[in-house]
Protein backbone atom coordinates (compact mmCIF):
# COMPACT_ATOMS: atom_id res chain seq x y z
CA UNK A 1 0.00 0.00 0.00
CA UNK A 2 1.49 3.77 -0.84
CA UNK A 3 2.00 5.76 1.69
CA UNK A 4 -0.83 7.93 0.65
CA UNK A 5 -3.34 5.05 0.88
CA UNK A 6 -1.93 4.25 4.35
CA UNK A 7 -2.17 7.76 5.52
CA UNK A 8 -5.44 8.21 4.18
CA UNK A 9 -6.65 4.83 5.83
CA UNK A 10 -5.24 6.41 9.18
CA UNK A 11 -7.30 9.38 8.57
CA UNK A 12 -10.21 7.75 7.65
CA UNK A 13 -10.07 6.15 11.90
CA UNK A 14 -9.15 9.34 13.53
CA UNK A 15 -12.00 10.88 11.56
CA UNK A 16 -14.36 8.09 12.50
CA UNK A 17 -13.05 8.81 16.09
CA UNK A 18 -14.11 12.46 15.76
CA UNK A 19 -17.41 11.85 14.16
CA UNK A 20 -18.39 9.07 16.81
CA UNK A 21 -16.99 11.51 20.13
CA UNK A 22 -19.48 14.16 18.68
CA UNK A 23 -22.37 11.85 17.61
CA UNK A 24 -21.79 11.07 21.32
CA UNK A 25 -22.11 14.28 23.15
CA UNK A 26 -18.44 15.28 23.38
CA UNK A 27 -18.86 19.38 22.15
CA UNK A 28 -16.84 20.18 18.96
CA UNK A 29 -14.96 23.03 21.47
CA UNK A 30 -13.67 20.21 23.67
CA UNK A 31 -12.32 17.75 20.95
CA UNK A 32 -10.75 20.92 19.68
CA UNK A 33 -8.91 21.11 22.88
CA UNK A 34 -8.40 17.89 23.11
CA UNK A 35 -7.01 17.33 19.99
CA UNK A 36 -5.00 20.65 19.67
CA UNK A 37 -4.29 21.61 22.93
CA UNK A 38 -5.46 25.19 22.23
CA UNK A 39 -8.90 26.68 22.59
CA UNK A 40 -10.78 27.61 19.32
CA UNK A 41 -11.01 31.28 18.44
CA UNK A 42 -14.65 31.46 17.72
CA UNK A 43 -17.11 28.61 16.74
CA UNK A 44 -15.81 24.95 15.46
CA UNK A 45 -17.57 22.49 13.80
CA UNK A 46 -16.82 18.50 13.12
CA UNK A 47 -15.61 19.63 9.56
CA UNK A 48 -12.86 22.12 11.27
CA UNK A 49 -11.72 19.49 13.45
CA UNK A 50 -11.82 16.80 10.86
CA UNK A 51 -9.68 19.54 8.50
CA UNK A 52 -6.95 20.70 10.60
CA UNK A 53 -6.35 16.78 11.67
CA UNK A 54 -6.03 15.93 7.54
CA UNK A 55 -3.60 19.65 7.02
CA UNK A 56 -1.61 18.30 10.01
CA UNK A 57 -0.96 15.40 8.87
CA UNK A 58 -1.02 15.67 4.71
CA UNK A 59 1.66 18.55 5.77
CA UNK A 60 3.82 16.28 7.57
CA UNK A 61 3.28 18.12 11.35
CA UNK A 62 2.03 15.30 12.75
CA UNK A 63 1.28 12.03 11.94
CA UNK A 64 -1.59 9.70 12.25
CA UNK A 65 -0.06 8.00 15.21
CA UNK A 66 0.93 10.91 16.99
CA UNK A 67 -2.91 12.27 16.73
CA UNK A 68 -3.63 9.25 18.12
CA UNK A 69 -1.37 9.50 21.02
CA UNK A 70 -2.71 12.69 21.91
CA UNK A 71 -6.20 11.66 21.62
CA UNK A 72 -5.51 8.79 24.07
CA UNK A 73 -3.26 11.27 26.41
CA UNK A 74 -6.36 14.11 26.25
CA UNK A 75 -9.24 11.58 26.95
CA UNK A 76 -7.73 9.61 29.52
CA UNK A 77 -7.60 12.89 31.45
CA UNK A 78 -11.31 13.82 30.35
CA UNK A 79 -13.81 13.85 32.61
CA UNK A 80 -17.89 13.17 32.59
CA UNK A 81 -18.23 17.01 33.36
CA UNK A 82 -16.29 18.12 30.35
CA UNK A 83 -17.43 15.72 28.14
CA UNK A 84 -20.73 14.07 28.89
CA UNK A 85 -21.72 10.93 29.94
CA UNK A 86 -20.82 8.64 27.37
CA UNK A 87 -16.62 9.27 27.77
CA UNK A 88 -16.44 5.79 28.74
CA UNK A 89 -17.79 4.68 25.03
CA UNK A 90 -15.86 7.08 23.59
CA UNK A 91 -12.40 5.92 24.95
CA UNK A 92 -13.45 2.66 23.86
CA UNK A 93 -14.04 3.42 20.45
CA UNK A 94 -10.65 5.06 20.24
CA UNK A 95 -8.81 2.09 21.46
CA UNK A 96 -11.30 0.05 18.67
CA UNK A 97 -10.21 2.80 16.39
CA UNK A 98 -6.49 2.66 17.17
CA UNK A 99 -6.49 -1.51 16.69
CA UNK A 100 -8.38 -1.17 13.56
CA UNK A 101 -5.44 1.34 12.11
CA UNK A 102 -2.47 -0.92 13.46
CA UNK A 103 -3.95 -3.81 11.99
CA UNK A 104 -4.62 -2.53 8.70
CA UNK A 105 -8.78 -2.35 8.90
Do not use: C
Request: proline share 4%; no cysteine.
Amino acid sequence: MSDEKEIERGLDNVHAWVNYAIASGVPETIMWEWLFHTKPEGPVIVTDILSKVDDLVKSGQLTVQQIFDIATESVSQATEYEAGEMIGPVREYLQTAIWSWKNGY
